[in-house]
């Protein structure tokens, strides 16, 4: 069987480039199937892959030179947009057509309406790698009425072309794939990790809570700092390291300069974060959206208690709440604050938490999820054999 994935880059170091990195290599290497992704802005050469990608994926790149609009002023840039999309669009079919696949994949926040759109035998399924409600939004930014009405009938369409055009929309979540519902057909199948810690021992000594994701309005860091001065208040002993880059860096540094707080630092990006989660004793997720935290699993199989806001999804299919962590109302800091202190001050519940956690993130065993994408592929082989 042909599957060919479709994204805009694997040169970012993000957690839905990762993760489809490694299913295409593990398609390929345990399944045997026939594996192709075509990349759109990336030019591997100059820009090379984030994560390992096997020799037995092809990667075809169409080396749309996206970001050259920038270098125009409005209205000649709308031009040189219009004209690189179209190009895309061209290449993109061709390739498509040339390879002629069984299945063709998608994402729902990049090219989804044009993949779903193509014509060719191949099915089509389009992964929605982070809730629907704010895939394209404009949460978190400030636009013009002008640009805000033009994304929000932009989005319309969007959206409708996948439902109309799409076999398959696969959701990471229960509360996404409910915002899919006018889909033909939906499928719930989460994200797993393949991080696999040094030890299984719960390190009792630490007194580090840890964060980890992008410095952006959607993890909620503002937030997570505001709820660090209420616990630092009272546990003045324990540390808060943040993981991450982005672009809120310099604004988020500013405002824990303004806290007076000096048991909070913000690191960059490490290759080596298992080690961080090891030496830490609880992980802390602020986000405001996510897809499926991927960082849930990472620490939970780390055997580290969670403390996550229930945003919009995942964290309610993570977390068994007040088992292995605790799952608090949306923005309420002070719940937020309060669990925390309550796991810091109760090694008992931290070692029964981490236990439970250690077993919970057993569901999410990289065998079991692609197994899962296995038997739709081949529902999907059997339902065009039939047709």
Known sequence: MKI?????????????????????????????????????????????????????????????????????????????????????????????????????????????????????????????????????????????WVSKLYMMLYRHFYFKTIEKRADVVVTLTNGDAKEWRKAKRVVVIPNYTMMRPATQSYNTDSKRVIAVGRLEWQKGYDNLIKIWKKVSDKHPDWDLAIFGEGTLRDSLTSEIKSTGLINIEIHPFTSNISEEYSKSAIFALSSRFEGFPLVLLEAMQHGLPCVAFDCPFGPIDVINNGTNGYIIKNNNTEVFAEKMCNLIESEELRVNFSKAARQRVNCFNIDIIMEIWNKLFKSLSLQYAKS
């Open 4 to 144: 060919v994935y479709v994204i805009d880059s694997l040169a970012s170091k993000g957690g839905a480039e990762r993760i489809i990195s490694e299913k295409m290599n593990y398609l390929a290497q345990k399944f045997g199937y026939d594996i192709s992704v075509i990349t759109c802005y990336q030019d591997p050469a100059a820009m090379p892959n984030a994560y390992y990608l096997s020799d037995e994926v092809k990667q075809i790149d169409l080396n749309i030179p996206y970001y050259s609009q920038y270098k125009y002023k409005y209205p000649q840039r709308l031009w040189v947009k219009y004209s690189m999309h179209r190009e895309l669009c061209r290449k993109l079919k061709n390739e498509i057509l040339s390879i002629d696949p069984d299945v063709l994949i998608g994402l729902g926040y990049f090219m989804g309406d044009y993949v779903s759109s193509i014509k060719c035998k191949a099915s089509k399924i389009i992964e929605s790698h982070e809730a629907r409600i704010f895939t394209m939004s404009d949460r978190g930014l400030n636009r013009y």
